[in-house]
């Protein structure tokens, strides 16, 4: 089968012009059939304070209400979403820019209630691979910002890591896919402070290791979830690391397995 | 050869939800291929004021700097593209939501400073057709914002009646094309102040006419020009007036003729 890469970046690249263009340059030099996805949570709380819109937080999750909602939408769905596919148009990387509404791509239904209610935030349900089957039978890069819908006219904010790995799994029966999280550091790091302590392998067994001696932050928590259930749906491989492993495969940094 | 509606609808439209969900309504009925073209220039403004953002204003017309173009990104390809988009995936019309830059679809050159700096504003040099077919043949309505690109990473403010012709002209050679303008009157009026003065016919005779007895309002011109331009550039019909005319064809409404 062929390859399909699937490449996240973060905040930290998407919020930086110099370094989202030297990712930029790097992902356009990728041959193989390829899908970004992006968030950019940073920008969204700036355009908040702007507007003088309150940006509530609960146990450091962002709450989607209705006008944060649309904060996100003008943010990731326009201004970075656009900008990002003009980049790879100057790099003669042809590109589209979806959220999961456009073409029924990704469909998610509205996170219920427990003990918090996290407002318009969706939980994906379906990934329809179809159209961009074709689409990339074209060559075309779909490029997908962290907004799903819920087939009933309603956008919701739904985590760029998940999005991610779900197109992997979703397209892991047409293609091998390989899923690349991208950001500013090496790698998953045993001590934080120390870019070069990379953890190159992180399997089932040292994971859990890893977990009972509270090396793995909480940040890093949700993503190595999204990783292993990935790993564990026919995603081929995770990786884990700065964008230049995407073409130098003796880069170091963290690969994820069974 | 195969109907091709482009339909394009303003801003009264848009910024009005009652509105809006009626139109897409009709719209979602229409069973030939189709595309929507929308603006949404008051949403622009709103949210500039919110963020105090002056907006330039130059003989009538928007002044695009960075800052502006950041706002119209963010809400033309943002809350508006994606929140229409949605709701016509609501309808069981699958669309996928665009600007020029995505896919390449329309390239444009930034305008030339004459006597009026315009800023990031485009006028159209080409239309890409190869991939928005492939998109129709999927039964897949493409919906544009009025954001267009130069290839070289710049997006650009468009306008959207240009847009709209601009898309109907360069999908001529593959489709009998018809252009419609849908907006809050019956058409062209003779009498602003009288929905009821319809011109149910314009064309290249009448329209002289009509100029020099100063009925066509100065908004209307630029519409009426695109009009003219499209008409004389192989589309097949041009429509102006309430977006029932979509569905019911003996409603009052202009239509513009060679």
């Known amino acids: ?32 059939p390829k899908i970004l996805v992006h968030g950019g949570g940073k920008s969204a709380t700036k355009l908040a304070q702007q507007m003088n819109i309150e940006v ?3 146990e450091g999750r962002r709450i989607t209400n209705a006008e944060t909602l649309d904060i996100i939408t003008m943010v990731y769905a326009g201004n970075i979403n656009k900008k990002i596919v003009a980049k790879l148009q100057a790099r003669n990387n ?18 219920p209630v427990q003990t918090i209610d996290y407002g318009f935030v969706g939980d994906i349900k379906k990934v329809n691979t179809g159209n961009l089957k074709i689409l990339l039978n074209q060559e ?3 490029v997908f910002c962290a907004i799903t819908h819920d087939e009933n006219g309603q ?7 998940t999005v991610a790995s779900e197109l992997a799994i979703a397209f ?12 500013e550091k090496n790698g998953v790091l045993e001590d934080v402070n120390n870019d070069d302590s990379v953890i190159e392998t992180i399997d089932t067994k ?22 292993f259930h990935a ?28």
Chains 1, 2 share one sequence.
């Not at 042809?94 to 996170?111: L, Q, T, Y």
């Not at 790993?231 to 230049?244: A, C, L, N, P, R």
């Open 56 to 58: 509530q937080m609960i």
């Open 1 to 32: 089968m062929e390859t399909l890469k699937i490449v996240k970046i973060g905040g930290h690249i998407i919020n930086d012009e110099v370094a989202l263009n030297a990712f930029l340059d790097d992902f356009a030099q990728v041959t193989s």
């Open 140 to 142: 075309i890069t779909p």
């Open 172 to 183: 892991a029966n047409e293609y091998t896919t390989e899923l690349y999280y991208c950001f």
């Open 206 to 227: 040292n994971y859990q290791t890893l977990l009972e001696n509270k090396i793995i932050s909480d940040g890093m928590l949700p993503k190595l979830t999204n990783c």
């Open 155 to 161: 956008l919701l904010n739904t985590n760029a890591d």
């Open 94 to 111: 042809n590109a589209m820019g979806f959220s999961g509404a456009d073409g029924n791509c990704i469909v998610s239904e509205k996170r």
């Open 231 to 258: 790993i564990h749906h026919q995603v081929e491989k995770v990786h884990i690391g700065k964008s230049e492993m995407l073409l130098n495969k003796n880069l170091t940094h963290t690969t994820i397995q069974k």
